[in-house]
T-cell receptor, first 109, second 114 residues
């Protein structure tokens, strides 16, 4: 069966450092991979989408990589700020989305 | 901006009650989705709809049904609520199932079944 695993449940990081989150998947060949941000008590908000034929995508301080051979995506938040504290979800898509459980990031001032 | 609204933020029901969760989107999106979110399990797809009156089962449809009579509105129905249906329910919409299917989510309904 398909499985999507995100790295350790919580990531604590000092302001200004780079946070790196991992999303690994098995038994799946997604055409797209997405990352969402979710704040407590709110619905997820779309951040970035990367296609299977793209290696890397950037948006402001965010960078996503997608390695279909390793079946892995890395999500980087550079120059992290306390406002980046949230749970980040990866989602694999063909015509519907399958989500990982998320990684909670806390950025300390 | 796309806006997805859900009828209630918090809901408390009794075992055996029939429960309706309503979702409305204002961007003329073709597709609408219902998920439930539980700690450690992530979001799991219950049902989705790709057109009015059309629906497709997701990964965990048992115990749920849906209705889409109008394009902007998608309802989730728990025919006879049970305690294992206590969860956060999230509705989402998207313009197209192709090209990645970026989804826009509502704020969620936290349902407690006693």
């Amino acid at each position: 069966s398909q499985k999507i695993e995100q790295n350790s449940e919580a990531l604590n990081i000092q302001e200004g450092k780079t946070a790196t989150l991992t999303c690994n998947y098995t038994n799946y060949s997604p055409a797209y991979l997405q990352w969402y941000r979710q704040d407590p008590g709110r619905g997820p908000v779309f951040l970035l989408l990367i296609r299977e034929n793209e290696k890397e995508k950037r948006k402001e301080r965010l960078k996503v990589t997608f390695d279909t051979t390793l079946k892995q995506s890395l999500f980087h938040i550079t120059a992290s700020q306390p406002a980046d504290s949230a749970t980040y979800l990866c989602a694999l898509s063909d015509y519907k989305l399958s989500f990982g459980a998320g990684t909670t990031v806390t950025v300390r001032a | 901006d796309v806006k997805v609204t859900q009828s209630s933020r918090y809901l408390v029901k009794r075992t055996g009650e029939k429960v309706f969760l309503e979702c409305v989107q204002d961007m003329d999106h073709e597709n609408m989705f219902w998920y439930r979110q539980d700690p450690g399990l992530g979001l799991r797809l219950i049902y989705f709809s790709y057109d009015v009156k059309m629906k497709e089962k997701g990964d965990i449809p048992e115990g749920y049904s849906v209705s889409r009579e109008k394009k902007e509105r998608f309802s989730l129905i728990l025919e006879s609520a049970s305690t294992n249906q206590t969860s956060m329910y999230l509705c989402a919409s998207s313009l197209s199932l192709a090209d990645g299917n970026e989804q826009f989510f509502g704020p969620g309904t936290r349902l407690t079944v006693l």
